[in-house]
């Protein structure tokens, strides 16, 4: 369960409460947001963990020896990132495995139900949900200790998956009829899911308040993001 | 396909066939092997990245999260080694994807013909063939020349996901009963068909000649190395 608080809140009123009458309060952005450190960790890097599964996947399904080379360089980042994120865990005192438990099922059905119906489908899941993710745990990182946060920034941030997977993608709907409409309908597919994730990372298991008004222009930033991606290839957001 | 002479033999005259009686050939044994180095760089890495698709494959069925983490460290191994090949492929002047491409057949087939019928199988599978070949080709790499052979001896040593299978395979095989009689039996299976792939990185293509009784003290050599691995375990090799 990740808990959060808006940063300029008390420490002891955890989560999106400040003492001020709904009126006054500002909408909260990605600086105001203030993640408990082990949980987030935890979160992030079973995210990566799945994502280095789907990679996996993509290349032990992949069409030529070619796009097998490539996307083994992507998997390779996914693990990186994962292994530095569980470096940073242990580097916190805790035990990796017991942190990341909680958020297997959420996350475990997420990869299931992101992976799309065949390897097309499943690449552009990846470059969707690891696209949205990795740039909202990034921004996110602003708001642990600045250490810890700088360190997972430049963890998140390693680039080299997100060039595979265009290219890929870009071929293959450059060769295959048909192929570009019935992805962009599974882009946005996605989205819906990738951020059900995301707010799971703000709200633990909070039930659902005025919570989803504040955080708003969070999403709003998110699906910016996932536009330009889809634009970048050829497809409608 | 991969050229090979010996050592002491003329490099006008490839593979094993000194100009001398059969009678006063001696056996050759590692050191004498001089492999194509552009060939055995090939082979050695789509091997590796064969063996990174069952260690993903184990990540992905892993019974625990516990197992999981293990396993992906394990897979960051291979992964480490098929780039790091690849690396030298590119040193070399060649285009990985090309020079791999011969191999991917037979090493596809053997991929899957040692992934076994469930979980325990595909990490012995993992186990046992990684065992044998990395330690084949580390040994083969004393024949290249000097620099490249020194750096894929130190790519191929990397340890650390034996470590991580052996431990699996341990606690199944003392938690599972009747589990370490089907693992003992899945083992010797594996044998054969990993001299294979060993003798056809030795032999290209080359028809069968009195070259299995030359290079019968390498097999030997790993032969003995597997029995050593399936003790650890407690398995009748």
């Given at each position: 369960?990740?808990?959060?608080?808006?940063?300029?809140?008390?420490?002891?009123?955890?989560?999106?409460?400040?003492?001020?009458?709904?009126?006054?309060?500002?909408?909260?952005?990605?600086?105001?947001?203030?993640?408990?450190?082990?949980?987030?960790?935890?979160?992030?890097?079973?995210?990566?963990?799945?994502a280095f599964e789907n990679l996996?996947?993509?290349?032990?399904?992949?069409?030529?020896?070619?796009?097998?080379?490539?996307?083994?360089?992507a998997a390779g980042v996914a693990?990186?990132?994962?292994?530095?994120?569980?470096?940073?865990?242990?580097?916190?005192?805790?035990?990796?495995?017991?942190?990341?438990?909680?958020?297997?099922?959420?996350?475990?059905?997420?990869?299931?139900?992101?992976?799309?119906?065949?390897?097309?489908?499943?690449?552009?899941?990846?470059?969707?949900?690891?696209?949205?993710?990795?740039?909202?745990?990034?921004?996110?990182?602003?708001?642990?200790?600045?250490?810890?946060?700088?360190?997972?920034?430049?963890?998140?941030?390693?680039?080299?998956?997100?060039?595979?997977?265009?290219?890929?993608?870009?071929?293959?709907?450059?060769?295959?009829?048909?192929?570009?409409?019935?992805?962009?309908?599974?882009?946005?597919?996605?989205?819906?899911?990738?951020?059900?994730?995301?707010?799971?990372?703000?709200?633990?298991?909070?039930?659902?308040?005025?919570?989803?008004?504040?955080?708003?222009?969070?999403?709003?930033?998110?699906?910016?993001?996932?536009?330009?991606?889809?634009?970048?290839?050829?497809?409608?957001?």
């Amino acid at each position: 369960m990740v808990l959060w608080s808006a940063r300029r809140g008390s420490r002891e009123t955890p989560r999106l409460r400040p003492r001020v009458a709904p009126t006054d309060l500002a909408r909260v952005d990605f600086t105001e947001l203030v993640p408990e450190p082990v949980a987030f960790l935890g979160q992030a890097a079973y995210i990566q963990l799945e994502a280095f599964e789907n990679l996996a996947r993509a290349v032990a399904t992949a069409p030529s020896i070619d796009s097998k080379e490539g996307l083994s360089a992507a998997a390779g980042v996914a693990l990186r990132k994962h292994h530095a994120l569980i470096a940073e865990l242990r580097r916190e005192g805790v035990e990796p495995v017991e942190v990341m438990a909680p958020f297997a099922p959420a996350t475990d059905r997420f990869r299931e139900a992101t992976a799309g119906a065949d390897w097309y489908e499943l690449l552009l899941g990846i470059h969707v949900t690891t696209g949205m993710l990795d740039d909202f745990f990034a921004r996110l990182a602003a708001g642990l200790p600045h250490e810890v946060g700088d360190r997972v920034r430049r963890i998140l941030d390693e680039q080299g998956a997100a060039e595979v997977l265009q290219r890929e993608l870009g071929r293959a709907i450059a060769e295959q009829r048909g192929l570009a409409d019935r992805l962009a309908l599974w882009g946005r597919s996605l989205v819906g899911d990738t951020l059900l994730i995301a707010r799971s990372a703000l709200r633990g298991a909070e039930p659902s308040g005025r919570f989803d008004e504040d955080v708003e222009p969070v999403f709003t930033e998110l699906i910016a993001d996932h536009t330009r991606r889809m634009d970048a290839l050829g497809l409608t957001a």
